[in-house]
Structures are given as C-alpha cells and as structure tokens.
C-alpha cells in the first residue's frame, strides 16, 4: 500500500488526486492527508540515500559491472513556488511572489558511434523556420516566408535528397536517472558527483557535460565533471543571434533573416570567431550601452550577445561534438524540466520551504529515473512498525484550501 500511495503521489498533479487514485484503483480509501505525511517520511528517506559514500551499497543508484560507454550529464535550472519556513497551509510565500529556483539534473548513459567526419555540416530545418526561431527566442517573428525545406520538416512531408545527414548521428539514451534539489549550486554539484561516481560515469570511454549559460551550471563542471566535454547547448546562442540580427536590421526583415541564417549557420559550422567579429563591427557602429540603458536597447542586445559568445566559444565547437557522436542541445534536459513541472509547478501549488519542498522533489525525481529506484527502496527500507523513524518533514498540500 506504501508503495501505491507513493507512486501514486509522484505521477499525479496533487495529493488529493493520488487520493483519488489509490481508491479508485487500489481500493482502499486513503486520506490526502496521510499520503502528505508518506511521501514527506519517504522523501526525507531517499535524500539521506542520495547523499550516502557512493561506495556505500546505502547510496541510491545501482553501480553496475561496467562503466558506460557514453556518459552525458546535463543540468539545468527550474522553479518552483514555496511559503515562507515555518508556516503551514494557506498562501505564506517565501520572498516576493515565493518563487524559488531548484536545480534539476539528468545523468545519461547513452550509446552512439563517432564519425570520419562532421555527419550534419547543415543545420537542421527547423532552425531555418522564421516561425519556429522567434518561438525558440521567445520573440516576434519575421515577416519573411519560409524556405520550402523548412516548410516540408513542418508538415512531415518527404525530405529533399541530401538534405538530412545519411543516418541519424545523434546519440541514443539508455538509462536515465535524475536529480532534483532546493540545494544551492555546490551542494547540487556534490549530489551530481556522488551519482556520477555510483553509476561509474567517471571511467565513461566517452564523456559530456551539457549546459545553457547559466554560471552555476559552469562552476560545477569545472569543480565537479573537469574530464567531461564541456557543451554549451545549442538552442541559446541561437536566441541571442536572432535577436540581435533583428537589432541591426530592424527595418528590413529579410535582410534581419539572412543575417541571423548566416550568423546561426556559422556558429553551427563552429565558426564562432568569424560571428564575433561581424558582431563587433555592429558594436562600432552602435557604440557601448550606457550604464542603466535597458535590455531593449540596440547597444545592450548586440553587447549582451558579444558577451555571451565570447564566454562561451570554448564550449562551441559543435563540428568537432557532432563528430564525436556527442550531442549539442540539452533536449534530454528541458523534456525532464517539463516533467518535473508537471508535478511540482502550478498556479494553486504551494510547499514548505524547504522540506516540503526538497521531499516532492525526491520523490519526483526517483519516479523519473529509468532504474527502479523509488520501488528498490520501498522494497528494501526497514518495514517493521517498531522501527525507530526519524521525524518526516511536513509536507503540506499544495493546493490552497479555504
């Protein structure tokens, strides 16, 4: 019943909805309430699990015969909304507006194959979709039509010969686990080491780190991962060229288009430096952005995006990742964000800061992983009802009732 009441918990939208679930399914009527208090005595459970001596058989994940082939790490930042420490139900929220940043992580053993050569020198359609960038880059769009190609990837028409590499280069993921915390950069960074140790990621044949530009993600690969590639994801250099390729051309949309193909085609083809240097030209023109101007400002878009790339050009070299059969976008990454959110994140959802919090997030995070390890756990912990507990967290419902 424990188990159902967990599983329950961690798959559906709210306490009160595994609830409904356990009754309706597992035919016993179990209050919201008490699945509150399980899933905060299990959570407490597996976070002490999480942060055991990976050497240790009381860590959580599995350590398997062999190193992985391909070991890939991503982490990424989300949000989530909690009251003040300290306060019960009711809308207590902790700072303004009670958002608060989690870190989410996801450890990959994948497979894939390297390469005589680059296997995708052009970049994919969908880059080259006006529609599908400005989405992308969480912008207006270009009135420019677009190119056929990209038009056919859209509807899921046949593709041009030659237009797609020959076979699909991109690596392929086996098992995933994931890692979820309220915890700061450091302390998330240790929690990602003790995993990467446990699965053996460390003695990988092949290694990468993947990341947006978020410092924190750098700092922990830097003091934690130093031996895996280091891959800026793709996806976000391209939402600050078409901005600001929309910033030097604001008054011709075609030619805001070519500029931004050019510019993305560039970077895509790992030359990082020639962008740059087209950029720096339009930096001239404009001048430096006055302390204060605001992000809108042409001077602050085209400084902003210079500053990006050239933080970042070393964690550019896609050619030389496509070659090596690593992967160049967080895909495995943001499609975890997504769910994560989907039990975590909402209007009317509100936890405890921070054990209420931390305990939806273990949960979450063991459901998600490919190794079975919230249901190892269940089967294993000690299940004598004069055991001695240590005292859960609350966990009060999340949803706000009267």
Not at 292 to 297: A, E, I, N, Q
């Amino acid at each position: 019943m424990r188990t159902k009441i967990v599983f329950a918990a961690g798959e559906t939208r709210s306490f009160e909805r595994a609830s409904i679930v356990v009754e309706r399914i597992g035919g016993t009527a179990i209050s919201d309430d008490t699945i509150q208090r399980v899933v905060g005595e299990i959570g407490l459970e597996l976070a002490e699990r999480r942060d055991a001596d990976p050497n240790s058989e009381d860590a959580l994940a599995r350590r398997p015969a062999e190193p992985p082939a391909m070991a890939v790490v991503e982490c990424d930042g989300g949000r989530i909304r909690a009251r003040a420490p300290g306060k019960g139900r009711g809308v207590h929220l902790s700072g303004e507006s009670g958002w608060r940043e989690t870190k989410n992580a996801c450890l990959v053993n994948a497979m894939g194959k390297a390469f005589d050569s680059d296997p995708q020198p052009e970049p994919p359609r969908c880059f080259l979709d006006p529609t599908h960038v400005a989405q992308i880059a969480q912008t207006e769009t270009l009135s420019v039509a677009a190119p056929p190609a990209a038009r056919k990837d859209q509807a899921g028409d046949e593709e041009d010969e030659g237009a797609k590499p020959a076979e699909d280069w991109r690596p392929k993921r086996r098992v995933r686990t994931v890692l979820a915390s309220m915890k700061g950069a450091r302390e998330f960074g240790r929690q990602m080491q003790r995993e990467a140790k446990r699965r053996r990621f460390y003695g990988a044949t092949v290694k990468a780190f993947l990341g947006d530009g978020l410092p924190w993600n750098w700092s922990i690969w830097r003091e934690f991962f130093p031996s895996f590639t280091p891959i800026l994801d793709f996806i976000h250099p391209l939402s600050y060229l078409f901005l600001a390729a929309k910033t030097v051309h604001a008054n011709s949309p075609e030619d805001a288009w070519s500029q931004y193909t050019a510019w993305m085609r560039g970077c895509w083809q790992g030359e990082v430096g020639q962008v740059i240097e087209e950029l720096h030209v339009h930096q001239k023109k404009l001048g430096e952005p006055p302390a204060g101007v605001p992000d809108t400002d042409p001077r602050k878009i085209i400084a902003t995006t210079l500053g990006y790339l050239e933080n970042n050009r070393e964690r550019m070299n896609y050619p030389r990742y496509r070659q090596a059969g690593l992967p160049v976008t967080t895909a495995w990454m943001e499609s975890l964000v997504k769910e994560m959110n989907h039990r975590v994140k909402g209007t009317e959802m509100f936890w405890n800061d921070p054990d209420g919090a931390e305990a939806i997030l273990q949960v979450r995070a063991a459901v998600l992983s490919e190794d079975d390890r919230l249901a190892r756990h269940l089967r294993q912990r000690l299940g004598s009802p004069f055991s001695k507990r240590p005292k859960p967290p609350k966990v009060t419902s999340e949803i706000c009732k009267p």
